[in-house]
């Protein structure tokens, strides 16, 4: 008591039940104590927020739009990002069966945090601002698919936050239920991502070249404002179809 009251002397600020809660699942490994991190708890809030201002990004851009059904995606980034949902929701289940639920945490907070609210939402915006109703409305519908879903598994392990944002979103893809913790958990079976190897190479691939000019700008002090032209050193002719393909996203 002691030890703690001279290292929170001004007392402990406040995180959030949920974060706390993904705090003590993420660093529940086996065969050891909980070494309790309070910036782990900081962390986990801002994982938190970060999903609040996903959600809120998704129903703006789809205010007015509603659709049932499973998603028909027309580009490659729907592609990419049903073939990961489907990945992610095999690694929960192992997880669950394994009661690793730090490696639970660990592969929905990378998906959630890296693959769908840093990258899709950035590759939906083309589409979602472009000329091509089709694919405008296809990813709505895509970005509202994977986001329930997403809600639905971090559930367990977040469930406040889950719950206030699956109320809004489900109402969208026709989806009646009082309440997230009633719905059926995500498995793999769910989401028809077979077909989509290609799609996911290609998006992969963008993410080097985005990944490889941002260290380069970082490096060279360039900055982000400044246009520069994009060179590739050996490449081949699927390196310029995926040119052709992704250049509004690399613009």
């Not at 999903?51 to 729907?78: H, I, V």
């Not at 990002?81 to 009661?99: D, G, P, T």
């Not at 698919?145 to 889950?162: D, K, M, N």
Request: glycine share 6%; charged share 25%.
């Amino acid at each position: 008591e002691k030890a703690t009251r001279k290292e929170f002397g001004g007392g402990i600020a406040p995180h959030g039940a949920d974060a706390l809660r993904f705090t003590m699942a993420a660093l529940a490994g086996p065969g050891r104590d909980i070494k309790f991190d309070m910036a782990r708890c900081e962390g986990y809030k801002n994982f938190c927020n970060k999903l609040w201002n996903a959600t809120r990004f998704a129903l703006m851009n789809t205010e007015g739009f509603s659709a049932a059904g499973a998603p028909q995606p027309k580009t490659d980034a729907e592609r990419w990002i049903l073939s990961r949902l489907a990945k992610v929701s095999a690694e929960a289940a192992e997880h669950f069966e394994n009661y690793r639920f730090d490696l639970l945490s660990q592969a929905l907070y990378d998906f959630a945090w890296n693959e769908f609210c840093d990258w899709f939402v950035e590759l939906a915006k083309p589409a979602l601002s472009g000329s091509d109703a089709g694919a405008a409305d296809s990813t709505r519908r895509t970005l509202l698919h994977v986001l329930e879903s997403l809600l639905r598994l971090l559930h367990p392990l977040i469930p406040f936050v889950t719950e206030e944002l699956w109320r809004q979103v489900a109402p969208k893809l026709g989806i009646d239920g009082a309440t997230v913790s009633s719905q059926h958990y995500p498995q793999a079976a769910d989401f028809d991502a077979e077909d989509y190897a290609d799609a996911e190479a290609d998006i992969e691939w963008l993410k080097a070249v985005v990944s490889a000019v941002r260290s380069i700008r970082s490096t060279l002090g360039i900055s982000p404002a400044k246009q520069i032209a994009l060179l590739f050193r050996g490449g081949d002719a699927v390196d310029a179809a995926r040119i052709a393909t992704f250049s509004p996203q690399l613009s």
